[in-house]
């Protein structure tokens, strides 16, 4: 192999050997292994422990088939797919014209602030910004009192416990994973194409719909993954923005494994939830034509 | 339709740099018209100004008579090639071609005619379908020259559009540009540093300089007729030989070159030529030959310091026995044999030429170009 001979030439055998073992080791160990034991866990009904390797101790989908029994959880799950598509599509609409300003529009130095002031907040762990949300969306909080000082509105919007709470919190939490695939990808866009086009007679709209757009397509495809993955298996969001009213298949996996003490039951709702991605994520390569290639970039 | 471009007084100012200073000009219709200059003279500031990509600071742009000032890009009667022709890569030839059509909302059968005789125009049939990264460098440039002519522009911008192709190529792309102008009788407007594309292409060259037009003529009186040292220098080869006026005569002046004693030259354009002034003598490397060291009327002794083959000629570099400067003879195959004893390196060699065919300028503070390596000199620098 390759990267073998590679690393033998830089490092000497001995120590190759070692970086070899240790990388298999920990992707064994620490990856697959895991993997395999939730994988087995879902596929065996939930047992006392002393029935366990007894006679009803087998494989069965039963654990899968649960999901589409119950019509509760069949809905949230629905509805985690379409918010978390919801939030991929607000994401980007927020992010792409960011994106723009950030590689064509700013000066360097307005385009170093900016990033600036869109990183800082990710200093602070998940939970708290989350928290702060939580603040300034509530009931009696600074976001109802601004509008009602404007008189916009006249009485609070109860804007927690809703899909609209979880909806803002997302997109917060993932425009970081949004703008930056996309700013790199339209960052490498030579500024004559957006110049012809516009020499051509192009206004903006179709200026970036024809030649930005297209250009920075796996970079949008990129954005839209991480972002849906995010969003699909975000816990902390829709817990503290969204409950009770929004729930997100996440909370119920939890609950499966925290609250239920079945593991078997919430093994495989994690895996459903991941074959749910992984559907959207070829879904969305296939929609944009990029392959795992231009993604990787 | 008229595709005369009028600047009037316009000025750009990026910051304290002004890199226009008050220029005015009028190119007409149907004109082939070149902006010659080195880097960073201005010359594409200029252009960015007729395309609408920059507003001047002060004065206005006018096209077929028309105010440009508040007229958007898109919204101009031009186009332009890129100097990287900035072809849409993801786009077949076709599309390329197409896509002002498309934003004109002109239907897809017309198009795709248009497109079709453009293609046949640039000798391209057939190319339509292929994708842009399968076109060789010059059929990019054709491909860039239909795709500007689709949108039928009273004026036709060029950046420098033949840079980036090697010397056969360029040379030819020089005919064919100069052809479809002619059949298409649009303006043409074409930035470059390069003389050999403005004087061949041409009906006027205006020669730029630190944001300032030096001259505007057309090629055969910019090579024979330099108005400014600068001009004289960039455009074409030329010696130079630092003297002062002693007496005019006419259409001549007598000079006093110091060491090299008195010389003749012709009065160049500018008048200023009192008795006293401190001028230059320009003479052209094929202008200079090998006379006997008898012969009457101008002559210089030199030694002969360095003979180079260029093929269809042989260049001289020859010492002044006067001076101590280097001046460069250009000299044909057949007067080349007939001195090839006397080419030899370190041999003494007699320089002559005829005041009818040199130029006297006044000597400017403008920029210069450096004889041996062609750069640009600002005149700070010039002190020698």
Redesign the interface.
């Given at each position: 192999m390759s990267i073998a001979r590679q690393l033998a030439a830089r490092f000497g055998g001995p120590l190759t050997a070692a970086i070899l073992a240790l990388l298999g080791i920990w992707l064994i160990l620490m990856v697959t292994l895991p993997q395999l034991q939730m994988i087995d866990y879902s596929l065996r009904p939930n047992l006392l422990p002393d029935q366990r390797g007894g006679p009803e101790d087998g494989w069965t989908l039963a654990n899968y088939a649960t999901l589409f029994a119950n019509d509760i959880h069949r809905a949230i799950f629905l509805k985690t797919l379409w918010s978390s598509v919801l939030v991929t599509l607000l994401t980007l609409g927020v992010s792409y014209p960011l994106a723009w300003y950030l590689a064509k529009v700013a000066t360097p130095r307005q385009a170093a602030l900016c990033l600036l002031l869109l990183i800082i907040p990710f200093w602070i762990n998940e939970i708290l910004r989350t928290y702060s949300w939580f603040i300034l969306l509530a009931f009696r909080g600074p976001l109802n009192e601004l509008l009602m000082m404007l008189g916009l509105i006249d009485r609070p919007i109860r804007f927690l416990s809703g899909d609209a709470g979880v909806m803002v919190g997302m997109v917060y939490a993932y425009i970081l994973f949004m703008v930056f695939p996309v700013y790199n990808a339209i960052e490498s866009l030579?500024d004559?194409?957006v110049?012809?086009?516009?020499?051509?007679?192009?206004?903006t709209l179709?200026t970036h719909r024809?030649?930005v757009i297209?250009?920075a397509k796996p970079g949008i495809a990129t954005g839209c993954i991480m972002t849906f993955m995010l969003a699909a298996g975000s816990y902390a969001v829709p817990a503290l923005l969204g409950s009770p009213g929004s729930r997100w298949f996440t909370q119920i996996i939890y609950n499966w494994f925290f609250e239920g003490g079945n593991w078997n039951q919430g093994a495989a709702y994690a895996f459903l939830l991941l074959v749910l991605c992984i559907g959207f994520m070829s879904l969305v390569m296939k929609v944009f034509k990029v392959g795992l290639g231009d993604i990787a970039k | 339709m008229d595709g005369s471009v009028r600047l009037e007084e316009v000025v750009m100012r990026f910051g304290d740099f002004t890199a226009i200073d008050k220029t005015s000009l009028t190119i007409g219709s149907g004109e082939f018209f070149s902006f010659l200059g080195p880097s960073g003279c201005g010359k594409t500031t200029l252009l960015n100004m007729v395309?609408g990509?920059l507003t001047p600071s002060e004065g206005q742009v006018l096209i077929g008579g028309e105010p440009m000032a508040g007229v958007?890009?898109?919204?101009r009667p031009?186009?332009?090639i890129?100097?990287?022709l900035?072809?849409?890569p993801?786009m077949t030839v076709f599309d390329n071609i197409e896509?002002?059509l498309e934003?004109?909302g002109v239907d897809r059968r017309t198009r795709r005619a248009t497109a079709e005789r453009l293609l046949a125009l640039v000798a391209l049939e057939g190319s339509g379908p292929k994708r842009i990264d399968e076109l060789s460098g010059g059929q990019k440039q054709r491909v860039a020259i239909a795709?500007?002519l689709a949108?039928e522009p009273r004026v036709l911008l060029l950046d420098e559009p033949l840079s980036a192709l090697d010397l056969k190529l360029r040379q030819h792309m020089r005919s064919e540009l100069k052809a479809i102008q002619r059949k298409t009788g649009i303006t043409f407007i074409y930035i470059t540093h390069d003389q050999g594309e403005a004087l061949t292409m041409s009906d006027r060259v205006a020669v730029m300089s630190a944001g300032r037009l030096q001259q505007v003529a057309d090629p055969v009186t910019l090579y024979r007729q330099p108005a400014t040292g600068f001009v004289a220098a960039f455009v074409g080869e030329n010696n130079r030989i630092e003297a002062r006026v002693i007496e005019r005569l006419g259409e001549r002046v007598r000079l006093d070159a110091g060491a090299l004693g008195e010389l003749e030259g012709r009065v160049g354009e500018e008048a200023g030529l009192g008795v006293g002034v401190e001028v230059a003598l320009y003479l052209r490397p094929e202008q200079l030959r090998p006379v006997a060291a008898d012969a009457g009327g101008m002559t210089l002794p030199a030694r002969v310091e360095s003979v180079s083959f260029e093929g269809a000629w042989l260049m001289v570099a020859a010492r002044l026995e006067g001076s101590g400067e280097v001046l460069r003879m250009q000299l044909g195959s057949e007067v080349s044999r007939r001195f090839a004893d006397a080419l030899a390196p370190g041999e003494a060699i007699t320089l002559g030429f005829d005041p009818a065919e040199t130029v006297v300028l006044p000597r400017d503070d403008g920029p210069r170009v450096d004889a041996e390596t062609g750069e640009v000199v600002e005149a700070s620098d010039e002190h020698r």
């Open positions: 030579d004559n194409q110049r012809a086009a516009r020499d051509l007679g192009a206004g179709r024809r030649i297209p250009h | 395309s990509f958007p890009v898109n919204r031009t186009a332009m890129f100097q990287n900035a072809l849409f993801l896509f002002g934003v004109r795709r500007a949108v």
